[in-house]
C-alpha cells in the first residue's frame, strides 16, 4: 500500500472516530442542561466542525509516513460551562460525564466495527478493503479510548480522575496538570506507542470475542 492509500486507509476512520468523540461531549452537555457546544455549532457530526488542522490532519500524516500508524491525534475541543449544568447534578459529576462520554463514544464505534466485521466474516461476501476498513475502525477507536483515559489533563481522562479523587485532593491535581499538562504531554508523546499498545491489543482482543470474530 502506498502512502497516499495508506493515508485515506487511516484518516478516514481517524476523522469519524475524532468527529463522534467531539459529538459525544456535545451531546452529554447538553443532556446535562449547558447548550454553550450547541450555540458554538458543535453539536453536530459535520467532521468539518471538528478538525483540527494540526492534530487532525497534520501531526497523523507525518505519523503515517514515519512510522505507518496515527497513534496520536485529536480534534478541536468541544467547550462546555459546568455552571449551566442542571440543578440535579453538581458541576464535578456533569464535568465527568461529559469527559467521560468521548471515550465512551470510541468504545461503542469500536465495538459496532467488530459487530459489523463479524457479520461481514461470517455471513457475506464482503471486499477486503472493507474488511480492511473495519479493522482500521476498530484499531483507531481502541486507540482513542486508551489515549483519552491516561488520567492527566487536557485529557478526558484527567477530569474523570479529578471526579473520583476528594474534593481538597482534587483542586490541587487540577491546578497542577492545567499548568503543567500541556507540558508533560510532550514526553508523553514519544513514548505512548509502546505503553498503550498492550492495553489496546488486550481491548481489541476482548471486543473480538464479545462479537464472536475470535
Known amino acids: 500500500m502506498d502512502i497516499f492509500s ?17 459529538f459525544a461531549h456535545a451531546w452529554a452537555a ?13 453539536l453536530t457530526l459535520n467532521p468539518l466542525s471538528h478538525i483540527d488542522l494540526l492534530g487532525t490532519i497534520i501531526l497523523p500524516l507525518i505519523l503515517i509516513i ?4 496515527p497513534f496520536f491525534a485529536w480534534a478541536k475541543p468541544v467547550p462546555f460551562t459546568a455552571s449551566r449544568f ?9 464535568t465527568m460525564l461529559v469527559a467521560f462520554a468521548g471515550p465512551l463514544s470510541n468504545l461503542l464505534l469500536l465495538i459496532l466495527a467488530a459487530g459489523v466485521l463479524s457479520v461481514s466474516v461470517h455471513f457475506y461476501s464482503i471486499p477486503p478493503a472493507f474488511n ?10 481502541a486507540g482513542l479510548f486508551a489515549l483519552n483515559l491516561i488520567p492527566m489533563h487536557p485529557l478526558d481522562g484527567g477530569k474523570v480522575l479529578a471526579w473520583l479523587l476528594p474534593p481538597d485532593m482534587a483542586s ?5 496538570f492545567y499548568q503543567y499538562g500541556g507540558w508533560l504531554l510532550l514526553p508523553l508523546f514519544f513514548v505512548i506507542g509502546p505503553v498503550l499498545r498492550p492495553f489496546v491489543g488486550m481491548l481489541i ?10
Not at 6 to 22: D, G, N, Q
Not at 30 to 42: F, I, P, V
Not at 132 to 141: E, F, H, K, S, V
Open 6 to 22: 495508506k493515508a485515506v486507509f487511516y484518516l478516514v476512520p481517524l476523522i469519524l472516530s475524532l468527529t463522534v468523540h467531539e
Open 30 to 42: 447538553k443532556k446535562l442542561g449547558d447548550d454553550t457546544a450547541e450555540r458554538l455549532g458543535r
Open 66 to 69: 514515519k512510522t505507518g500508524m
Open 86 to 94: 442542571r440543578r440535579d447534578i453538581n458541576m464535578r459529576t456533569g
Open 132 to 141: 480492511d476498513l473495519c479493522i482500521a475502525m476498530m484499531t483507531m477507536n
Open 172 to 176: 490541587r491535581y487540577d491546578a497542577f
Open 205 to 214: 482482543r476482548g471486543v473480538a470475542q464479545l462479537t464472536g470474530l475470535a
